[in-house]
T-cell receptor
């Protein structure tokens, strides 16, 4: 079946540091890939997505590239801010599964210190 | 943007009782709603998919008689945990999909504690 593996947290960085959160997946075909962010007390929000190989999703300074050859979708940001502190979830939706539920990783708690 | 609410945000109930959790799409019509369950430090696990006016589709291993899902309107889905036991204690999260795109909008979650 489908699965998503992401690095365990918490990840603690200083403000303006470079961020990478690793995410790899197992799925058949070409699933759609997502990063969601959850701020304290709020629901998950879509951060970015990519639907085919070599696509790059980007939003709010975050980027992730769909790498079919390594089955990865690592999240990166060049300079993090305190406001980026949150839990980040990598997720996939199976190929062709437009209205299907998502398969999530365990989430990575990111803490940015001033 | 699209907003999804859940009620209650937290609930404590006694073992053997039933508890209902509501999921509402506040500013759009949700053709499909999903229910997820999240254990501490674990990923969200899809429990079931519900489409308005039809029976929910449950994931393998989820007891349909224990977790009753009703999607009676395009803005409301309910999850009822029947005869709750302490092992049902968890964080339950719903999401909703509108008619114009497949993007899922998530509720803030409901913390259930069964004593």
């Amino acid at each position: 079946g489908n699965s998503v593996t992401q690095m365990e947290g918490p990840v603690t960085l200083s403000e303006e540091a470079f961020l990478t959160i690793n995410c790899t997946y197992t799925a058949t075909g070409y699933p759609s890939l997502f990063w969601y962010v959850q701020y304290p007390g709020e629901g998950l929000q879509l951060l970015l997505k990519a639907t085919k190989a070599d696509d790059k999703g980007s939003n709010k300074g975050f980027e992730a590239t769909y790498r079919k050859e390594t089955t990865s979708f690592h999240l990166e940001k060049g300079s993090v801010q305190v406001s980026d502190s949150a839990v980040y979830f990598c997720a996939l939706r199976r190929a062709g599964g437009g209205a299907d539920g998502l398969t999530f990783g365990k989430g990575t708690h990111l803490i940015i210190q001033p | 943007g699209a907003v999804v609410s859940q009620h209650p945000s937290w609930v404590i109930c006694k073992s053997g009782t039933s508890v209902k959790i509501e999921c509402r799409s506040l500013d759009f019509q949700a053709t499909t709603m999903f229910w997820y369950r999240q254990f501490p430090k674990q990923s969200l696990m899809l429990m079931a998919t519900s489409n308005e006016g039809s029976k929910a589709t449950y994931e393998q291993g989820v007891e349909k008689d224990k977790f009753l899902i009703n999607h009676a309107s395009l803005t409301l889905s309910t999850l009822t945990v029947t005869s709750a036991h302490p092992e049902d204690s968890s964080f339950y999260i719903c999401s909703a999909v509108g008619a114009t795109s497949y993007e899922q909008y998530f509720g803030p979650g409901t913390r259930l504690t069964v004593t």
